[in-house]
T-cell receptor, first 114, second 111 residues
Framework: DSGVTQTPKHLITATGQRVTLRCSPRSGDLSVYWYQQSLDQGLQFLIQYYNGEERAKGNILERFSAQQFPDLHSELNLSSLELGDSALYFC?????????????FGSGTRLTVV | TQLLEQSPQFLSIQEGENLTVYCNSSSVFSSLQWYRQEPGEGPVLLVTVVTGGEVKKLKRLTFQFGDARKDSSLHITAAQPGDTGLYLCAGPHSGNTPLVFGKGTRLSVIA
């Protein structure tokens, strides 16, 4: 157990639907990162939050949004889902947002859009 | 264009063999990290290298950061089936930006 909790572990939904992925960071970590992993693209950075505020944005589609709540858990919302959104979605956390010390990843949510 | 290129993409070897996988970039990185990912799990941090020319050892794994801080290698001695997994290198593209990842080397060690 890495200390980063992601739910649900698996999600199957239809095109056009909306889903919410949830992440609880490791205790004491203020930074949360969301990544998308597909076979052809590898791990792609989506968005980072630090202590409730958006800090960095990557290749996140406009149909996707995220937030970090006062208790530091984070949610990634995916809407108007397309077949191509099927992927593994990982949440990671770090203590300070200082990248040199590495991230702790959760076990991921496998999203299948049918 | 992938900022971090990893090679080889796939590697299948027999137990007891030695191997080296590579992570290369045309950009300078302040640090590089190596992760191992097993099926159904998230990546797990193995090591961070910070200084050009730095060598770090973790049991049978040896990590090296290039002198110019543009590349890194991972050498495994006497590979075991438990080493099987996806090996990813990652680093902050510039300053304190979130990590960018290579696509990884998928290693299979056959008993």
């Amino acid at each position: 157990d890495s200390g980063v909790t992601q739910t649900p572990k698996h999600l199957i939904t239809a095109t056009g639907q909306r889903v919410t992925l949830r992440c609880s960071p490791r205790s004491g970590d203020l930074s949360v990162y969301w990544y998308q992993q597909s076979l052809d693209q590898g791990l792609q950075f989506l968005i980072q939050y630090y202590n409730g505020e958006e800090r960095a944005k990557g290749n996140i589609l406009e149909r996707f949004s995220a937030q970090q709540f006062p208790d530091l858990h984070s949610e990634l919302n995916l809407s108007s889902l397309e077949l191509g959104d099927s992927a593994l979605y990982f949440c990671a956390s770090s203590a300070t947002g200082t990248e040199n010390y590495g991230y702790t990843f959760g076990s991921g949510t496998r999203l299948t859009v049918v | 264009t992938q900022l971090l290129e990893q090679s080889p993409q796939f590697l299948s070897i027999q137990e007891g063999e030695n191997l080296t996988v590579y992570c290369n970039s045309s950009s300078v990185f302040s640090s590089l990290q190596w992760y191992r990912q097993e099926p159904g799990e998230g990546p797990v941090l193995l090591v961070t290298v910070v200084t050009g020319g730095e060598v770090k050892k973790l049991k049978r794994l040896t990590f090296q950061f290039g002198d110019a801080r543009k590349d890194s290698s991972l050498h495994i001695t006497a590979a075991q089936p438990g080493d099987t997994g996806l090996y990813l290198c990652a680093g902050p593209h510039s300053g304190n930006t979130p990590l960018v990842f290579g696509k990884g080397t998928r290693l299979s060690v056959i008993a």
